[in-house]
């Protein structure tokens, strides 16, 4: 069962859509997913980084992920916490 929600996107995006849709006999929903499905197959490779990324934040427990979230390194994260390095 497919469900529905709303996504902001600027003016010339949503009127994009909009013509696509039309000129392809297509609905907008339909142009949206073919556009993410593209998307996700041409950025395979920088979403498989992100991943492994990710990946590493978690592994290096609390501290790096509270410092990744923050945007410090976890050397600060870990002064201000009072853990000791």
């Given amino acids: 069962m ?3 929600a709303p996504i902001k996107v ?3 995006t949503k ?3 909009r ?3 039309a000129l ?3 609905t907008q929903a339909e142009i949206v997913d073919r556009a ?3 998307y996700a197959t041409r950025h395979a490779d920088v979403i498989e980084a992100g ?3 990710a990946r590493e ?3 290096g427990g609390d501290v790096a992920i509270a410092a990744h979230l923050l945007g410090e390194s976890p050397e600060v994260v870990a002064r201000v916490a009072g853990r000791r390095g």
Avoid: K
């Fill in 10 to 12: 600027n003016e010339q």
């Fill in 36 to 38: 993410v499905a593209e």
């Fill in 2 to 4: 497919s469900t529905q």
């Fill in 57 to 59: 934040v978690l592994a």
């Fill in 15 to 17: 009127d994009r859509v």
């Fill in 24 to 26: 392809t006999d297509a």
């Fill in 51 to 53: 991943l492994a990324r």
């Fill in 19 to 21: 013509y696509l849709a």
